[in-house]
């Protein structure tokens, strides 16, 4: 399968990254450490290496992925909702049966 990555791609990667931190550390929000953002900015860059690769983003991928409890992984997509860098749609589960939240890179996102 051929790669989605032209040759710009890792500066581009660099330089989405480097915005992104920028925009998460520095917007402070009250009750928030700078802990919190940090692994917000974290996630929100292998969030777009997922994106660029077409992966769908769900909460369960990136649970098993980063080994993560799954209530860090909500509060942290819930955390980048509230910052417009990330909204959902829900889809029907690949079984079939219920609902899973599919997550995508915002406009903001995409524009930093």
Known sequence: ???????????KTLIFVAKLMDCIVEDEREGETASHRLKQAGIMSYIYMMHLNGEKITVSKLKDRLKAPRQVIVELFKSLEERGLLTHSTETHDGGRGRVFVYALADKALSL
């Open 1 to 11: 399968m051929p790669s989605p990555y032209a040759a710009d791609t890792p500066l």
